[in-house]
């Protein structure tokens, strides 16, 4: 079996919490404003007492909240990949409750140049410093969105479910 090595770190959970709050809020305003367009929509048409001013206002409120929420889910498919820009909401906030209740961990690990293949590897075993003792081995892998600003490496990105240890960000 192939194996390559690379080094990596327990990302910082911090900006995909702030992300995911406000594809929270974003989506929220986006139902409300889109409830509002309609029923405006709606009574104007049966002729009902509604200005096309406020009318026209509820469709440039309803379309500004489409174009943030769209803004929100390209920047987390680019920052964080394709798994986490298809979650759905609940999906989301369980993930961001397992990553905060420290039951789940985020990696990044760079590969050095000429070890990336198109396919992410199956499977992953981590020797965390200081506990090299304890391997622990992961499954879910996806290809890092970028490449690492400090190696220029290209790297993956792993989710460790309930480690045997601590994992904290950073190491």
């Given at each position: 079996?192939?194996?390559?090595?690379?080094?990596?770190?327990?990302?910082?959970?911090?900006?995909?919490?702030?992300?995911?709050?406000?594809?929270?809020?974003?989506?929220?305003?986006?139902?409300?404003?889109?409830?509002?367009?309609?029923?405006?929509?709606?009574?104007?048409?049966?002729?009902?007492?509604?200005?096309?001013?406020?009318?026209?206002?509820?469709?440039?409120?309803?379309?500004?909240?489409?174009?943030?929420?769209?803004?929100?889910?390209?920047?987390?498919?680019?920052?964080w990949g394709a798994s986490f820009a298809r979650m759905t909401p609940g999906e989301?906030?369980?993930?961001?409750?397992?990553?905060?209740?420290?039951?789940?961990?985020?990696?990044?690990?760079?590969?050095?140049?000429?070890?990336?293949?198109?396919?992410?590897?199956?499977?992953?075993?981590?020797?965390?410093?200081?506990?090299?003792?304890?391997?622990?081995?992961?499954?879910?892998?996806?290809?890092?969105?970028?490449?690492?600003?400090?190696?220029?490496?290209?790297?993956?990105?792993?989710?460790?479910?309930?480690?045997?240890?601590?994992?904290?960000?950073?190491?």
């Amino acid at each position: 079996t192939p194996r390559r090595q690379g080094y990596g770190r327990v990302l910082d959970p911090t900006p995909l919490v702030i992300l995911e709050s406000e594809m929270a809020t974003a989506e929220a305003a986006l139902t409300a404003s889109r409830a509002e367009y309609e029923r405006t929509v709606k009574l104007l048409s049966l002729g009902e007492n509604i200005s096309r001013k406020a009318a026209e206002a509820a469709e440039a409120l309803f379309r500004s909240d489409e174009i943030k929420t769209e803004l929100l889910h390209r920047t987390a498919l680019l920052q964080w990949g394709a798994s986490f820009a298809r979650m759905t909401p609940g999906e989301r906030r369980h993930f961001i409750d397992q990553l905060t209740n420290a039951e789940t961990a985020l990696l990044r690990i760079g590969l050095p140049s000429g070890n990336f293949s198109r396919e992410p590897p199956q499977s992953a075993t981590l020797l965390v410093f200081g506990h090299e003792s304890r391997p622990i081995t992961t499954s879910l892998i996806a290809p890092a969105p970028d490449s690492d600003p400090k190696t220029q490496t290209e790297g993956l990105m792993l989710q460790v479910e309930h480690p045997p240890f601590p994992l904290r960000s950073g190491m």
